[in-house]
């Protein structure tokens, strides 16, 4: 897959408004003041390399439960003392850690398949940690502490609305001994130890149940390590003293949907700030005084102060789509790039990493988006709409709330007339009900899509240091062409152009030699993007790679998905190289690539 990298590189270079200007998180004033992004992005040549600095390389791969591998291989994480690579398998009965060496690798039994793909393995599991013998529910997240040999994974409880844990192992000897369980807050999403190993930190995301009659705060645990002794009780970070600022919060660029004010199931609805705000993954600053905490569906970040524990909630803002393009529909027959003035983007990031420039922190943000979407059981439609549901689905249930439409089911106000607003324009985008119709007069005047089809750096001010703009359509396009904004699960091109595009959630940094790169995995595509982040104020597009078919005639095959990936340096791999392992949500495969410089 390498020779298309430059493919890509090469030809994007060739297309036409290839600009990358970025946003400045504004719309033009009919939903309110968004606040100052910043400067952002490069042009297209400056975020173009046509000659990587690399070379990348499928060295490793496992499929874990091959029968039924969708959920066997998402979250991951590197022991670097025993050269393991250790992944949550979600795809049985039973929450399990997969543990599968990374001290060899037989690169010649890659074989590549007649379409160039890698279906084979050369690596396998040969501990199964089975995390329910000592911990309930389902397990979200794992970390791995080299300071005090510590594993840490987050587990969701088995009902909504109960506090989960996290369950402590040390994997100091042959195999990992569980040590014990420590309560957070209602679901676990996300663990992280600082780089010291003296704390944990945990994003508890407090989704509520289908009817919302169970909705927890989102909260932030803090847990501290001593000597590397655990502590059994943990500091609990909220958000209500929040609960009074909604619509400062909402001029600030965060959003929040919810049923607040209906009657659902017999249950009257209110929802606070404290509850709607739904913290999603971590990272630590190197310097281990800041915690970052994105909140996906609000689109926002939460700051942590690990001296003193004190908590700052910033907005996002929005990216302004009028001086970008892409496709916008998945019922337009292929590639076609349009601008739409009016249109913002909620940047709404999930997977979020962070680095140090000139002693100053930023936070990189893979930014997927997300919509809300709760059902209930019922019996019927009848019965749905007796108890306040908004429609019913023989499969889904009764629909308690849902805060997405597509453009062509809504009202546009006079400055959308430049649209036709059908399938051949931006009709079938889904975007939020919850902002755009400033009078409320049931006409939008502006339109907000879920994520950014990009990634972003920030700096601690909460401002855009650089966006890649439109790039990521851009480079997919060129390469795959009426393939691109694929799915994850079939081999149908454009089926996602409606909806969040190729998905960049997977994230990571790392350093090559002396240049930082991040490397951003696009979900539905199952591709990674690879930038060179060194200087955050000059950002340089890098390289492009994939292991999945995408031929329209043949079944999907090979690594589908990237969901969670972790870098390993140079020194601590086995092949004193530096290595990117993958986890394919879809695939239920680890992907381990081997980066070198030219």
């Not at 396998?124 to 970390?143: C, H, Q, V």
């Not at 042959?174 to 003296?198: E, Q, R, W, Y």
């Not at 994230?507 to 539905?524: I, M, Q, S, W």
């Not at 591709?527 to 492009?544: C, G, H």
């Amino acid at each position: 897959m390498l020779n298309k990298s430059i493919i890509a590189l090469s030809l994007l270079s060739l297309l036409t408004g290839c600009s990358l200007d970025g946003d400045d998180g504004q719309d033009d004033g009919q939903d309110g003041a968004q606040g100052v992004q910043g400067t952002a992005g490069n042009n297209g040549e400056n975020g173009t390399n046509a000659n990587s600095a690399l070379n990348i390389n499928l060295i490793g791969r496992a499929v874990l439960n091959a029968q039924s591998p969708e959920g066997a291989a998402e979250i991951v994480a590197y022991q670097a003392s025993k050269k393991w690579i250790y992944a949550i398998n979600s795809s049985g009965d039973e929450a399990v850690v997969n543990i599968i060496p990374a001290d060899t690798f037989d690169t010649a039994a890659l074989v590549k398949d007649n379409e160039g793909i890698v279906t084979a393995t050369n690596l396998a599991s040969a501990i199964t940690l089975s995390l329910n013998e000592n911990t309930p529910g389902d397990a979200n997240s794992i970390a791995i502490d080299a300071n005090n040999q510590l594993l840490a994974v987050a587990m969701a409880a088995t009902s909504v609305g109960e506090a989960g844990q996290i369950a402590f192992y040390n994997i100091s000897g042959d195999t990992p001994v569980f040590i014990k369980n420590v309560t957070v807050g209602a679901l676990p999403d996300m663990v992280a130890f600082s780089h010291d190993g003296a704390k944990v930190v945990v994003a508890n995301e407090g989704e509520p149940n289908g009817d919302y009659s169970i909705d927890p705060e989102g909260t932030i645990s803090i847990i501290d390590i001593t000597n590397g002794t655990i502590a059994d009780n943990v500091l609990s970070i909220n958000f209500q003293d929040y609960n009074n600022q909604q619509a400062e919060l909402e001029a600030q660029g965060l959003v929040f949907a919810n049923p607040t004010g209906r009657t659902i199931n017999g249950n009257l609805i209110n929802t606070t700030v404290a509850m709607d705000l739904e913290p999603e993954y971590v990272s630590i600053s190197k310097d281990n005084k800041y915690a970052y905490v994105s909140i996906q569906e609000n689109n926002g970040l939460a700051i942590i102060n690990l001296e003193d524990n004190s908590l700052e909630l910033k907005g996002l803002g929005f990216k302004d789509w009028s001086n970008l393009q892409f496709d916008a529909s998945d019922k337009d027959g292929g590639v076609n790039f349009k601008s739409y003035p009016g249109l913002y983007g909620m940047y709404q990031p999930d997977t979020i990493a962070s680095f140090s420039w000139k002693g100053a922190n930023f936070i990189v943000s893979a930014n997927e988006g997300d919509a809300r979407e709760y059902f209930f059981d019922a019996s019927d439609e009848a019965d749905c709409i007796a108890k306040g549901g908004l429609d019913y689905d023989a499969k889904d249930g009764c629909l308690a709330y849902i805060d997405e439409s597509r453009v062509e089911d809504l009202a546009l106000a006079a400055n959308f007339d430049y649209l036709n607003n059908d399938d051949n324009d931006i009709g079938r985008l889904k975007v939020t009900t919850v902002k755009g119709d400033k009078n409320n007069d049931g006409q939008y005047e502006s339109l907000y899509a879920y994520g950014a089809r990009s990634f972003t750096i920030w700096d601690s001010n909460g401002l855009v240091v650089f966006d890649s703009g439109d790039q990521i359509a851009r480079v997919t396009a060129s390469v795959h062409g009426n393939a691109f904004n694929n799915n994850e699960d079939e081999n149908k091109g454009d089926t996602r152009s409606d909806d969040k595009g190729a998905e960049p959630e997977a994230l990571t940094l790392g350093k090559v030699g002396d240049r930082l790169f991040a490397f951003v995995g696009l979900e539905r595509m199952g591709t990674i993007m690879v930038f060179d982040i060194t200087n955050p104020y000059d950002v340089k597009f890098q390289d492009y790679f994939y292991n999945r078919s995408l031929e329209p005639s043949a079944d999907i095959s090979g690594d589908l998905a990237p969901e969670g990936m972790t870098f390993v340096p140079a020194a601590q791999s086995a092949t004193n190289e530096a290595l990117l392992i993958v986890g394919n949500e879809i695939s239920g495969s680890i992907a381990v690539w081997e980066i070198t410089t030219q």
